[in-house]
């Protein structure tokens, strides 16, 4: 499989996390299916203003300005695992705050705008497609995995009986995963421009494995802090 193909697959998987990312929020809150729409639709303009850009920027330029931003990084993961203590709480004292709070995990944030952007910018240097054309497919690609995965989370919602309280705990998760990433990916960027990054594996393939077990520990202690108001 050549590079190009691979490039791909790996830009719709990304896509495919982050819709399931923006579903979450939608599908376990109490919002209309004019808002899901709404919040898909969202994702389509912004990937076409990328898309319209993406012509115009170089992925070394936008890697420095990724860089810059990852104060902002960790601020997004820290307010998602505040905010979805403070949706599982009020779920628990009786009032449901979802229909706000799911905002925090369904807009587009600016790890999403980033995700967004990468993609155009890699589809257009890698099929040689135009901007336009290039941001009308991530953009709709966007649209159906996050209305696809509302509707399915929706549907999983109402069949298993699952509440607000899950989507805090998504929202927990998915902040430290931002967290990680905040921490990992530059020192993986860094790396690689020392050539130290080995294509065998080796200690390079273990670390997501490390990741998600940190994930999971960290998951059950915050799930012990809530439950035990600590």
């Known amino acids: 499989m050549d590079s190009t193909a691979l490039t791909v697959i790996g830009i719709l998987i990304g896509i495919l996390v982050f819709g399931i990312k923006s579903g979450i929020g939608c599908g376990f809150s109490n919002i209309s299916t004019k808002e899901i729409f709404a919040i898909g639709g969202s994702y389509l303009l912004l990937a076409l203003l990328f898309g319209g850009v993406a012509d115009h920027i170089s992925l070394e330029s936008f890697e420095k300005f990724f860089s810059m931003g990852m104060g902002i990084h960790v601020l997004v993961s820290f307010l998602l695992i505040v905010i979805g203590i403070y949706t599982q709480k009020k779920w628990n004292s009786g009032k449901d705050v979802s229909r706000h709070t799911f905002l925090a995990i369904s807009i587009p944030c600016p790890v999403c705008l980033a995700a967004l952007a990468v993609s155009c910018i890699l589809l257009s240097e890698s099929l040689n497609l135009s901007g336009i054309k290039v941001g009308l497919l991530v953009g709709v690609a966007f649209f159906i995995a996050v209305v696809a995965s509302s509707f399915l989370f929706r549907l999983g919602k109402v069949r298993f009986g699952k509440t607000p309280e899950t ?43 490390m990741a998600f077990g940190v994930i999971v520990l960290a998951g059950f202690f915050l799930e012990r802090i809530r439950r035990h108001d600590l």
Do not use: C, R
Request: aromatic share 6%; charged share 5%.
């Open 167 to 209: 989507m805090g705990s998504a929202m927990m998760l998915i902040g430290i995963y931002y967290l990680l990433g905040a921490l990992l990916i530059p020192a993986y960027i860094q790396t690689k421009k020392m050539n130290l990054v080995s294509t065998g594996g080796g200690e390079t393939g273990i670390m997501p494995l």
